[in-house]
């Protein structure tokens, strides 16, 4: 089981920030355009089983953006299925004053799938139901490989109902410090998860919570 690091970043200018990535050199890894729409589904218990021991259990759609294939082929979707965890060292240090986080670490198992709606009616008959649906559009980038310091750093700018964010993944140390090329600080690392936070907005609008979906196409 991989062990995912990551933070997330609030964008408030999101020319700024693609001018400091031209800066860095940062490059996009997926399709023409490196954009990428995704299709998230949510699934757990009726009784939120998964949630309420921290994990998390996603089928996820990516559909490329860019142009077609020399053929004239679209560009292919791809289904991945995600499941997460409180890492061993969280878990047993439940219950106990702890520090505050500097990064959200959670152990993660990925693979890639051939059919979600099958792959849905599975969970549905073990029970499960996809409770939350949300949608986003991520472009992934890495720095190149004359910057040594972010060795194993992604960059995944998020283009979501409720606003633009980075996520920075990898090892802390290039966490830190690609923040601070971009211009943060460790006082706007974010460690909450798209659930959270389009419930947090959702009190701020006064609106009902539903699915965080865009409601104009994007």
């Known amino acids: 089981m991989a062990q995912e690091t990551e933070i997330k970043l ?32 949510i699934f757990d218990t009726p009784q939120g ?9 996603r089928i996820r759609t990516e559909i490329p953006e860019g142009k077609a294939k020399k053929d004239g082929r679209k560009a292919e979707k791809r289904v991945v299925l995600t499941f997460k965890m409180p890492t061993a060292t969280a878990i047993a240090a439940a219950g106990k004053k702890q520090e505050p986080r500097r990064y959200k670490v959670r152990e993660e198992i990925e693979l890639q799938v051939a059919d979600a709606d099958l792959l849905t009616r599975i969970f549905e008959g073990l029970g499960m139901t996809g409770w939350f649906r949300y949608e986003k559009f991520r472009t992934t980038f890495a720095l190149p490989t004359s ?72």
């Open 49 to 57: 089983g998964l949630a309420k021991h921290g994990q998390l259990l």
């Open 10 to 41: 609030r964008i408030r200018d999101a020319k700024a920030l693609r001018r400091s990535l031209k800066r860095l050199g940062a490059r996009p890894l997926n399709s023409s355009s490196g954009r990428v729409h995704e299709w998230n589904i």
């Open 147 to 218: 910057a040594r310091w972010a060795k194993g750093l992604l960059i995944e700018l998020d283009e979501t109902p409720i606003g633009t964010f980075v996520e920075l993944e990898g090892p802390p140390e290039a966490i830190d410090k690609a923040a601070q090329e971009l211009g943060y600080s460790k006082r706007d690392y974010i460690l909450k998860n798209y659930i959270v936070l389009y419930v947090e907005e959702c009190r701020r609008q006064g609106q009902q919570t539903r699915d965080m979906l865009f409601t104009t196409g994007k």
